[in-house]
């Protein structure tokens, strides 16, 4: 059984930092392209980051709005994406999903809420 499971949000100031984690089981992760969707109220899902495989080179991208304040990780031992969130603002509250994808086939976490507020 496939399970993506996020970790590590809440509430935070602006300017703050949070750290977001994703745990994977049941798939070879080191293989599967990882991202970082989110989703604020009213609004469409949309891709915050990504990370490819070592074998891939591990090359990220990230969404231009964000303006370097975001890193995404993979600890390919652990089975883990990480989003390390900096300077946060009112416009990063949502919801936050991982998504794993191999080929044609993936695979989606059930999110984790993120609130900036002062």
């Known amino acids: 059984q496939v399970q993506l499971v996020e970790s590590g949000g809440g509430l935070v100031q602006p300017g703050g930092s949070l750290r977001l984690s994703c745990a994977a089981s049941?798939?070879?992760?080191?293989?599967?392209?990882m991202d970082w969707y989110r989703q604020a109220p009213g609004k469409q899902r949309e891709l915050v980051a990504r990370?490819?495989?070592?074998?891939?080179?591990?090359?990220?991208n990230y969404a231009d709005s964000l303006k370097g304040r975001f890193t995404i990780s993979r600890d390919n031992a652990k089975s883990t994406v990480y989003l390390q969130m900096n300077n946060v603002s009112f416009e990063d509250t949502a919801v936050y999903y991982c998504?794993?994808?191999?080929?044609?086939?993936?695979?989606w976490g059930q999110g984790t809420q993120v609130t900036v507020s002062s």
């Open positions: 998504k794993a994808t191999l080929g044609k086939i993936n695979y």
């Open positions: 049941g798939i070879t992760f080191s293989l599967y392209v």
């Open positions: 990370i490819t495989t070592n074998g891939g080179g591990g090359i990220t």
